[in-house]
């Protein structure tokens, strides 16, 4: 799995958060959604606070790292006979899995946390060059590719 950040979104809610996430994964108790909601708002204010650097708070950090610190989901290769392991991931351990993602993320500090020049909206570069300009190609990147066509070809027409 590639590392990736990225938060609940409010109208889908933490089972479709995780479940895009993790195969295999446990029902998620009361409990489970509750910590997820924290761990996904420590996170989102820390990215949030590096693409705008300001100040990262101390307790959001106390959070992400809690979370970073209990068992995580085992990494497994495909093509085996059988599977090592419980049947199951808890959503104790998919959470800890993206803590830890977000600890490698965050204490990289090589500006790929920014935000986009489309919507505005945070997002994390994992592109091989480093310089995405957009959250994502298909809605921002083609927007803006639309725009510079049409401005083109509206310069074109006018001489
Ligand atoms: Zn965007």
Known sequence: MTLSIDFIDRAS?????LAGRFDRL?????RDAADAE?????IERLVVATADETTRHADDVDTVNLFAATPDVPPA???GHRRAGAATVRVSQALSSIARDAVAILAAADGRIRRCA???????????TGNRRW?????????AKVAAFRARTRSAQST
Not at 26 to 30: D, E, L, Q, R
Not at 38 to 42: R, T, V
């Open 26 to 30: 446990a029902p998620a108790t009361g």
């Open 13 to 17: 809610g933490v089972g479709v958060w």
């Open 77 to 79: 290769l495909e093509g």
């Open 135 to 143: 959250c994502s190609m298909l809605t921002c990147g083609n927007r």
């Open 38 to 42: 924290a761990l996904s708002a420590a």
């Open 118 to 128: 489309g919507c505005g909206r945070v997002f994390h570069d994992d592109s091989r």
